[in-house]
């Protein structure tokens, strides 16, 4: 196992246990399904939770349990059938289907199970009055800004670099401009923001966040805009989409903001029967009400949008139970 390896598992249950699916299993009997999702009390925790209630409902005597887990390591720990499930980022999940950083080899394996979020924004934050007010002004001035991207090894970090490297302000320039950049929690880089530590935070989370409007209310913060040009440029590398923030999103923003996003999605592999998978989703379409209740995220989520996946090709076990339900033909 390589470094690389070592550090995409770390953190992200690398002692899960290796539940291999069973072939062929029939609807009816029991499942034995691990998944893993974010840190503990955080969105995915709650859906991944919501989610393996619902296959305890539809398949009595069945076994679930949740790992939290980040990102690409989900990802890994999917492709090597250390767990039946995984969320992650579909762009993630891309990245290394075709074997592209931060992953060494390709992992063909991958299917997706279901769209877990669509409008999970890259929101960067601003202390107002702060150094700049677009990521464009940073190129052009040289301002050795302190960013702040998520840990490594997820999509929020990935979709930082990426940013900036499109506005002609790659990280390793940052630095030798004089700046700072810093892969770290959405946590930490607040309390950095508010120590004056940090002059930009950056994340990809779902808007309005409760979690920035509760961190911001007495932090005087903006947003960093950014063109259309570096938005395009950041969907061709990412494989993201463009979206608006509507204005008044949130209080201290009264205009709308062009960003782009990314696609959360339940993430299983090629090796995990086509039954086990129907049986999931279907169970999920059942239980859709109780899921939807599990976090203000899967809330705006219809039924007709879970085979959206982002460009990561279905299970064929998804697709049954997908057309089954007449929602894809």
């Keep these: 196992m390589t470094e690389m390896h070592r550090r995409l598992l770390l953190g992200a249950a690398a002692a899960a246990p290796a539940v291999l699916a069973t072939r062929g299993l029939p609807a009816q009997e029991a499942l034995r399904i691990t998944l893993a999702g974010g840190s503990v ?74 769209l877990i979020d669509s409008e999970a924004a890259w929101q960067a ?38 940013a900036f490297a499109a506005a002609g302000a790659p990280f390793a320039q940052i630095e030798r401009w004089g700046g700072r950049t810093h892969h770290v929690a959405w946590n930490d880089a607040l309390e950095m923001l508010k120590n004056g530590r940090a002059d930009i935070i950056t994340n990809v989370v ?20 950014m063109g259309p040009e570096i938005i395009a440029r950041v969907n061709a590398r990412l494989g993201s989409t463009p979206i608006t923030i509507p204005a008044g999103s949130y209080p201290f923003q009264p205009d709308p903001i062009e960003t782009f996003r990314a696609h959360v999605i339940l993430l ?53 139970a997908y057309r089954a339900a007449g929602l894809i033909s």
């Design 41 to 114: 009390g955080g969105a995915w925790s709650a859906i991944g939770n919501a989610i393996g209630e619902s296959i305890r409902r539809a398949v009595p005597g069945s076994a679930f349990s949740y790992e939290p887990g980040r990102d690409a390591a989900n990802v890994l720990l999917v492709a090597e059938a250390r767990v039946q499930l995984g969320i992650a980022h579909a762009q993630i999940a891309l990245r290394a289907i075709k074997g592209e950083p931060p992953f060494e080899r390709a992992m063909p394996n991958l299917r997706a199970v279901s």
């Design 125 to 162: 934050l601003v202390r107002e009055g702060g150094p700049v007010a677009s990521l464009e002004e940073i190129a052009r001035r040289r301002v050795p800004v302190r960013v702040t991207a998520n840990l490594r090894g997820t999509l929020m970090a990935l979709a930082t670099e990426e």
């Design 206 to 225: 779902d808007f309005p966040s409760r979690q920035v409007i509760n961190a911001t209310r007495d932090l005087p913060v903006r947003f960093l805009r």
């Design 268 to 320: 299983t592999s090629s090796e995990v029967s086509a039954t086990t998978i129907e049986t999931i989703v279907k169970a999920m379409i059942a239980n859709f009400d109780a899921i939807k209740r599990s976090h203000a995220t899967m809330a705006r989520l219809e039924p007709r949008a879970l085979p959206d996946t982002g460009g990561v090709a279905l299970h064929p076990g998804a697709a049954a």
